[in-house]
Nanobody, 118 residues
Framework: QVQLVESGGGLVQPGGSLRLSCTSS????????VSWHRQRPGQEREVVAI????????RYADSVNGRFTFSRDYPKNTVYLQMDDLKLEDTAVYYC???????????WGQGTQVTVSS
């Protein structure tokens, strides 16, 4: 069974930082479109950041642009989401997704909880 495994969530005060990680032992992440999503309480899941394969072009949701940074360490087969200047409204479950670029497959991680609270 293909797995994506996220880690790094937790409780942080407003203005603080967290770094989420996503890795897989089955997928070579550089061969997929990889994205971070989040689902805030009572809301639909939304994309936060997305990158296609090894492209240098990373797109961010307007709500996180300038505060969140998507990075990759492909030798470690791991992607990261550095989240700075966290706000109360960033509280959500964060998910990593790998989407096939040439085949119609999607893989999701189990999610990691991020709670921003004073």
């Amino acid at each position: 069974q293909v797995q994506l495994v996220e880690s790094g969530g937790g409780l942080v005060q407003p203005g603080g930082s967290l770094r989420l990680s996503c890795t897989s032992s089955e997928l070579t992440l550089s061969s997929y479109t990889v994205s971070w999503h989040r689902q805030r309480p009572g809301q639909e899941r939304e994309v936060v950041a997305i990158v296609r394969g090894t492209s240098s072009s990373i797109r961010y949701a307007d709500s996180v642009n300038g505060r969140f940074t998507f990075s990759r360490d492909y030798p470690k087969n791991t992607v990261y989401l550095q989240m700075d200047d966290l706000k109360l409204e960033d509280t959500a479950v964060y998910y990593c997704k790998a989407q096939g670029m040439n085949i119609p497959v999607d893989y999701w991680g189990q999610g990691t909880q991020v709670t921003v609270s004073s």
